[in-house]
């Protein structure tokens, strides 16, 4: 009943920017929690960040500075701005949400996309 889709990934050189985008859909009551994490071959899936429904962010230390967190609530939208990228910013980036569905909307689920591949390479 809920899905959330990135967008937005692909190949870029190092120095340049990338903006992911990430949308909620179905039948979603609220979402509160909603943010990125990465995982590179051979890692731990990590946070980037996170943003509360007010536009509270929490960053990753390598990411502070670069990376830019923002959302739309009327949308259900999370988006990642991403500047300055190195080769080691390269991972599937996932998407992530804590939200409640309209059918259980006391209960409150993680839910996660499907990644979207985001390469840094000259």
């Known amino acids: 009943q809920v899905q959330l889709v990135e967008s937005g990934g692909g190949l870029v050189q190092p120095g340049g920017s990338l903006r992911l985008s990430c949308a909620a859909s179905g039948s979603i009551f609220s979402i509160n929690l909603m943010g990125w994490y990465r995982q590179a071959p051979g890692n731990q899936r990590d946070l980037v960040g996170t943003?509360?429904?007010?536009?509270?962010?929490n960053y990753e230390d390598s990411v502070k500075g670069r990376f830019t967190i923002s959302r739309d609530n009327a949308k259900y939208t999370v988006y990642l701005q991403m500047n300055s990228l190195k080769p080691e910013d390269t991972a599937v980036y996932y998407c992530?949400?804590?939200?409640?569905?309209?059918?259980?909307?006391?209960?409150?689920?993680?839910?996660w996309g499907q990644g979207t591949q985001v390469t840094v390479s000259s």
């Open positions: 992530y949400a804590r939200l409640s569905r309209r059918d259980i909307p006391w209960r409150q689920s993680d839910y």
């Open positions: 943003i509360t429904s007010s536009g509270s962010t």
